[in-house]
Structure formats: structure tokens, C-alpha cells
């Protein structure tokens, strides 16, 4: 029977995880509202122009938010992760607040890019906070049910395409209000949110050059640095460009379109987020390699999924295929830092995933500003989704590849 030392331990590591969900919910929702309600905002701001220039602002936040991720996840390793969570929602909600109010093209543009700067801050110095309580046998689920925040928050952007369209709010009340709640929301948790106790086995935190190259010096971190990256190409053209997709291709109003393309995808990726983190931490008991056969398993259903995305010619058949992409998607999303955990030592999780964000994220903008130039040319979606398709075909072979450090998973279990 645990004692109560352990028990107290228990129920701090799934606070954290309590406390963390509504910061990713606001995390994922400011980007959100973003894609839904392109056509409203589009309107209001008329030298955007053309699709290229939406996926350059779609991209200026990810290339930003790349670029600075590893600093975020270097900082969150050797400071205080609690003060890294609170100041980082503190600022990106008072800028979503300022992106309520932009003029211009390139207002929005900065707007965006001071965005990428302190969200940059969050996911790494999360994700490794979580890690960091949950050692073993709860890992996965632990990051999975952080992870159910990010798709509740896309959810609810989904839904804003309806608050762009109101004629009482607009898409600057949606930013406005949303800035608000995560200004008034990172007080509380900067009191309640906890550091772990340090281990004594804790090893030393080295400098930046010492950091980088422990990192890309190991061929584990580099395979999963690649396999992190090709699936998130399509991921986020999934989630930023599908509801304009489908509003071209079936006829659908912008509020209609913004819901369709992310209430499917997200209620599926909830699902497997609860399903993939149970299977992997239940495979961990037979085999190190268990939480790469479950994300592997994920993986191998974006082929057909991102096939069928491509060559859907009803609205249900799309609709059916993004299901499909969701599951796999939940498989891959809460397995990606257990992996990681199992490759490199605590010092440099957040670290190590900062720079899993700046090539994913650095990518993924250029994903979403070459699908909107390949758009404007009128390029064909077949085409386009094929190719990520095989994208995803040599990423199921990629982390099959990975042979994990870790051979135990004792730790902290509830």
C-alpha cells in the first residue's frame, strides 16, 4: 500500500495535469479562431488580399514560434517551469487580445509573430513539467489528457466562424474575449501550479552548445526529431486550411465549414488520445518499444486518411476520412515527449522538444504558405494530399527505426 508521501505525489502530478488543460484549450483556440473565421476577417482587412498572403500569416506565427521554441524549452531546463507556464499565457493572451484590434495586413502579421513569441514558451516547459510527475506506467495517459485540452480548444475555435458571422460580435470580439480570460486565468496558476521535487540522481543542465550537441549526437532524437516533423506537414494544413477547403468544395457557409472541418477531427483525435495512451502504457509492461508501436499503429492511418481527404467527392466521405486522420492523429500527439523521455535525460526534455517544434513548426509554416500559393495555381487536391500520403508512409518506417534508452517504467502511478 503507498504511503501518504506517495499519494500526495500522486494527486500533485495529476493537479498539474488539471491545471494545464484550460492553458492548452486557450493555446490551441487562439490559433484556431484564426482558420475559421478567414473569410470574415479577409473582409474586414481587404489587403491581405490573396490566399498566399493568408499563409504567409498563417506562417509568420510558426516561424517565429519555431524559431524560439528551443529557447523556451532551454529556459524551461534550467528555470523555474511554473514561472515559464504563467508569464507565457500571460503574454500570448494579451496579445490575442491586441489581435482583436489590427488594421492591416501587416499589423496582423506582427500581430502573429509577437504571438509565436510567447506561445513558444508553453508546450515544451509543459509537456516536460507533466513528464516530470509522471514517470512511468501514467505517462502517456498524463500527456494524453493535456493533449485533450488542444483539441477541445480547436473545437471550440471551430464554433467562432458562427461569432465572426454575428452581426452583435465579430471576429474582434472572439480574440478580445478570449485574450481577456487567459490574462485573468495565468494569476491562479502561477499560485497553484508546482515544480517537482529534484531527484538526487538529477544530472547536470549544460550550456546551449553542450545541450545541442548532446541532443543531435544521438540518433534516436534526430529519428524522432524527423518523424515529429513529416506527419505535422499535413497536420497543419489539416487544421488551418480544411475549413476553407470545405467551404470551396461543398458549397458550405464559413461558420458550417469552420465547425465541420475541426469538430470531427478533434472529437476522433480526443478518442485516440485516450485510447493510444492507454494501449501504450499497458504495451510498456511487455516492451521499452511499446509507445513507438502504438504511435506507429496511429501513423499507419494517415495513408489512407490523407488519400481520402484528397479524393473525397462528398461532403460525408470527407467527413468519414478526417475521422480516420483524427484517431491516428490522437495515437501520434500523446506519445511523442513519452518518447522522447525514453531518449534523453530530464535536463533536456523541454530542450530537446523546443527543437522538435523549431523543424515541425518551421515546416509546417511552409506547408501552409506552399499549399495556399499551390492553391492559387490551381494545383489539385488529389495531388496535393497524395503526396502527403507517402509523406506519411516513410514516417511509419521512421519510428520504427528509433531503438529507445529507457528499459524501465517505474515511477509515479495512479
Known sequence: MPDNSSQSLVSTAWLVVLLLVPVALLNYLDRQMLAA???????????????????????????????????????????????VIAASLFVWSAVTWATGHVESF????????????????????????ITDFHLGETRSRAVGFHQMGIYAGMIIGGFSGYVADSPSFGWRFAFSACGVVGVIYA??????????????????????????????GNIGFVLLVLYFTLPA???????????????????LGQGKAGMTAVLYV?????????????????????????????SAIGMSFFLPALFGVGNAGTLSVAIGFLLLFGLGWGFFDCNNMPILCQLVRPELRATGYGFMNLVSISCGGFADW???????RDVPLNVIFGVFAGVALLSVVIVLLIRPKETSASGVSA
Open 37 to 83: 473565421m478567414k473569410s470574415s476577417m479577409m473582409h474586414d482587412i481587404p489587403d491581405i488580399a490573396t490566399k498566399a498572403n493568408w499563409g504567409f500569416v498563417l506562417g509568420s506565427f510558426k516561424w517565429v514560434y519555431a524559431a524560439l521554441s528551443p529557447v523556451g524549452g532551454y529556459l524551461a531546463d534550467r528555470v523555474s517551469r511554473r514561472h
Open 233 to 251: 506537414m499535413a497536420g497543419w494544413v489539416v487544421k488551418d486550411w480544411m475549413p476553407d477547403i470545405l467551404k470551396e468544395q461543398f458549397g
Open 106 to 129: 501587416q499589423q496582423l502579421v506582427v500581430a502573429r509573430a509577437v504571438m509565436g513569441i510567447s506561445e513558444a514558451f508553453y508546450i515544451p516547459a509543459a509537456l516536460a513539467l
Open 187 to 216: 494569476l491562479p496558476l502561477f499560485v497553484l501550479l508546482s515544480n517537482p521535487p529534484r531527484s538526487a540522481e538529477s544530472g547536470s543542465q549544460p550550456a546551449p552548445w553542450p545541450a545541442i550537441r548532446e541532443l543531435f
Open 370 to 376: 506552399g499549399f495556399g500559393a499551390l492553391r492559387d
Open 266 to 294: 478533434q472529437v476522433a483525435s480526443l478518442i485516440g488520445v485516450g485510447i493510444g495512451g492507454w494501449l501504450a502504457d499497458g504495451w510498456m509492461r511487455r516492451s521499452n518499444r511499446g509507445r513507438i508501436f502504438v
